[in-house]
């Protein structure tokens, strides 16, 4: 005769590892519960649902007086133990001591959250146990495709069940703070000299804005298409790669890409820093001069000094990305010290998820890339088109396209705006237009416009000082 109690039956069976739970816990609550029903509400306020009980009788009893307590229907022990009888949720015999015990154990009021707390803790390890295992077996399994991306999107998940389980053991007080975070902060800008404490972007004017692009922070870069983009956040990748090289060696710069290849942006990245275009080398007869030459091998050799990677991620949804930064961040052996992302609307969001439409897809992609750049305190440069108006109008955060909550998650909003050429510039330069940034968010210091030239044969912008 099997004389395991309901709590007891699910056992790892490789190690019998007990499954995470706390059955006099769940005890207390549902008998704190079922003694006074206003605390139904008040677990219900702070999240309590049936996945937070292991013990399948006990998960039905919460969803019943949970229903209950909803309708306003009675709840004396007799009118409740006859209805949850009928409901066969309990049985006839037993039925009404099982809700006596429950009574009996119930958890003090005071200690409400924290019973509600142990059970979410339990919950998440439950929870991360299952991924895991889902994992590992897509993760051997070689014949179906795409598996080891369905395997990183799990891993993914956990990590943020992981996250929720810290939140769930972590408060910090004003103390730690101010100690741990805030005082480092100022004196690192006092012993530096320098506010700017984050990457360089090497474009002066933003990163005095900025202070660089700091830890945990995440900062939209948004242009209408064929705007240059993809070419302004090259210009940036390299500084910042040159910044990371100098002032934090041993770490690299991640570049993921959802639309051009590796090859295309080595390319672009190439002829910006050697002022050779590219184009001419590859597709003109006669190539390009021997002075040009010289200086694209001068330049080939400079930048492949540089820590930069390129990971292509078309088709990836937020968790694969997640879980590809994660990897690289804390097992590659190289640190990530950024992550630029090109761009935003084409990564996409859970694949099991049915949205309402497209925004709301895109908001969850944003709350997720910020999650992750949270978590590792890395700071991430994400790439976003904006909405077509007309070219001679300056875009604002209302043009993002499919907005959703980017306005909202983001630490930083620049917005690049290139007018069309005015006709007597371009009888002066007829190689360099002008072009703008607008810092439209920042939620750490101040906005700003600033000035820029753009040499689109070597896909180069250039800050300039803005003209009286």
Not at 193 to 208: E, S, Y
Not at 243 to 265: C, F, H, Q, W
Not at 358 to 381: F, Y
Request: with cysteine.
């Amino acid at each position: 005769m099997n004389t395991k109690s309901p709590h007891q039956k699910e056992m790892n069976t490789n190690n019998e590892r007990r499954t995470p739970c706390a059955p006099e816990v769940e005890k207390g609550v549902l008998g704190l519960c079922i003694n006074q029903t206003e605390r139904i509400h008040e677990c219900v306020k702070m999240g309590v649902t049936e996945e937070f009980f292991f013990t399948p009788l006990y998960k039905k009893l919460w969803s019943f007086i949970k229903d209950r307590a909803t309708q306003n229907l009675p709840f004396d022990m007799a009118t409740l133990g006859q209805a949850a009888m009928d409901a066969k949720i309990i049985d006839r015999e037993g039925g009404a001591s099982l809700l006596a015990e429950l009574i009996a154990k119930s958890s003090p009021v005071l200690a409400l959250p924290e019973h509600i707390r142990i059970l979410n803790a339990k919950r998440i390890r439950r929870e991360i146990i299952k991924r895991a295992a889902e994992a590992t077996a897509l993760a051997y399994d070689e014949e179906t495709d795409s598996s080891e991306y369905s395997a990183l999107e799990i891993m993914g998940y956990s990590a943020e069940l992981r996250r929720e389980l810290q939140r769930t053991k972590t408060a910090t007080t004003l103390a730690d703070s101010l100690s741990h975070e805030v005082w480092p902060s100022i004196n690192e800008r006092n012993e530096k000299h320098t506010h700017i404490l984050g990457v360089r972007t090497g474009f002066p004017a933003v990163d005095d804005a900025l202070g660089g692009l700091r830890g945990g922070t995440v900062t939209i870069l948004g242009a209408r298409p064929s705007t240059g983009k993809t070419a302004l956040s090259l210009n940036m990748g390299r500084s910042i790669a040159e910044d990371i090289k100098k002032n934090r060696p041993g770490s690299k710069l991640v570049y993921l890409t959802a639309e051009m290849a590796p090859k295309a942006l080595a390319e672009r990245m190439l002829s910006s820093c050697a002022g050779v275009d590219i184009n001419q080398a590859v597709t003109q007869p006669h190539g390009v001069t021997q002075e040009q030459a010289d200086r694209l091998r001068r330049s080939k050799k400079y930048l492949g000094a540089l820590p930069v990677e390129f990971h292509p991620v078309a088709g990836m949804n937020t968790a694969e990305i997640a879980a590809l930064i994660r990897q690289e961040h804390l097992h590659s052996g190289v640190p990530v010290a950024c992550v630029v992302l090109d761009y935003l609307q084409l990564i996409q969001g859970d694949k099991a998820k049915k949205y309402a439409n497209r925004n709301e897809e895109i908001g969850e992609v944003s709350r997720g890339l910020h999650q992750i750049a949270t978590e590792l305190n890395i700071p991430m440069l994400i790439l976003s088109q904006l909405n077509r108006n007309a070219a001679d109008k300056a875009p604002t955060m209302a043009d993002l396209r499919e907005s959703g909550s980017i306005e909202q998650d983001a630490d930083a909003i620049i917005l690049l705006h290139r007018p069309a050429p005015d006709k007597e510039k371009m009888e002066e330069n007829p190689v360099s237009f002008d072009a703008f940034l607008n810092i439209v968010k920042n939620r750490d210091g101040k906005t700003a416009d600033i000035n820029l030239s753009w040499t689109p044969e070597y896909q180069l912008f250039r800050e300039t000082r803005k003209q009286e």
